[in-house]
Nanobody, 119 residues
Framework: QVQLVESGGGLVQAGGSLRLSCAAS????????MAWYRQAPGKQRELVAA???????KYADSVKGRFTISRNTANNMVYLQMDSLKPEDTAVYYC?????????????WGQGTQVTVSS
């Protein structure tokens, strides 16, 4: 059974940094990609950053140059380094893993971790 567990969220002042971690219960190279999403109150969940099995990376325009996604395949971890945080980054951040690109391919979500950026 696949489990994803996020950690590292918290309260930080604007301009500060946080590093989120996503621990997978299986070999993360099983997944075609892993990603971080976020959902702010009253808003839809949105993609923040994604990292493919082959190492390609994609970022939302709103976080480019401030956030960095990375992984450690030895311990099945994916990270999101968040620098120069802004109040608008406040949201619950979720880790997602997909086993394939087809719509019917299994995918998994973590439980989320709250990030709050104060002005």
């Amino acid at each position: 059974q696949v489990q994803l567990v996020e950690s590292g969220g918290g309260l930080v002042q604007a301009g500060g940094s946080l590093r989120l971690s996503c621990a997978a219960s299986v070999n993360i190279l099983r997944f075609i990609d892993m990603a971080w999403y976020r959902q702010a109150p009253g808003k839809q969940r949105e993609l923040v950053a994604a990292l493919t099995r082959g190492g390609s990376i994609k970022y939302a325009d709103s976080v480019k140059g401030r956030f960095t996604i990375s992984r450690n395949t030895a311990n099945n971890m994916v990270y999101l380094q968040m620098d120069s945080l802004k109040p608008e980054d406040t949201a619950v951040y979720y880790c997602k893993a997909r086993e394939g690109v087809a719509v019917e391919s299994p995918y998994y979500w973590g439980q989320g971790t709250q990030v709050t950026v104060s002005s």
